[in-house]
C-alpha cells in the first residue's frame, strides 16, 4: 500500500512558475515509477511526466517539455513537479500517481496503482 499526499497547487498569473510536490508513504517504494497528471474541466486526465525511485529516466508530455521539471528527492520520499513558464491552458487539477516499475505504458493513467487527492493550479491569463 502506497499513500500519496500532494500539496504546493495555487493561483498564479500566466508567464509564472509554480512548483507542486508529491511526498509518498508505504512499504518498497524504490519498485515504483511515480507520474505526475492533470485534468482540466471537461477533459481526460493527461499525462504530463514521470519519474522512478530506481533511476530510470525520466519522461514528459510534449506540452511539459521544456518548461516543466519532475525530480525526486529520495531522503524525503518527495517527488517535485517544477512548472516555469505556465499559461492559462496549464490550469486543471494536479495529480500524483504510482505505479510498478513494469511493462505497463507508463503515460496511461489506468495503469497507475496508486493516486493523491490531486491539487489545483490556476493560471490566470
Known amino acids: 500500500q502506497v499513500q500519496l499526499v500532494e500539496s504546493g497547487g495555487g493561483l498564479v498569473q500566466a508567464g509564472g512558475s509554480l512548483r507542486v510536490s508529491c511526498t509518498a508513504s508505504g512499504r518498497g517504494l524504490s519498485n515504483y515509477r511515480m507520474g505526475w497528471f492533470r485534468q482540466a474541466p471537461g477533459k481526460e486526465r493527461e499525462f504530463v511526466a514521470t519519474?522512478?525511485?530506481?533511476?530510470?529516466?525520466?519522461v514528459y508530455s510534449d506540452s511539459a517539455k521544456g518548461r516543466f521539471t519532475i525530480s525526486r528527492d529520495a531522503d524525503k520520499n518527495t517527488v517535485f513537479l517544477q512548472m516555469n513558464s505556465l499559461k492559462p491552458e496549464d490550469t486543471a487539477v494536479y495529480y500524483c500517481?504510482?505505479?510498478?516499475?513494469?511493462?505497463?505504458?507508463?503515460?496511461?493513467?489506468?495503469?497507475?496503482?496508486?493516486w493523491g487527492q490531486g491539487t489545483q493550479v490556476t493560471v490566470s491569463s
Open positions: 500517481a504510482a505505479k510498478l516499475r513494469d511493462s505497463r505504458v507508463f503515460t496511461s493513467p489506468s495503469n497507475y496503482d496508486y
Open positions: 519519474v522512478s525511485w530506481g533511476g530510470d529516466p525520466t
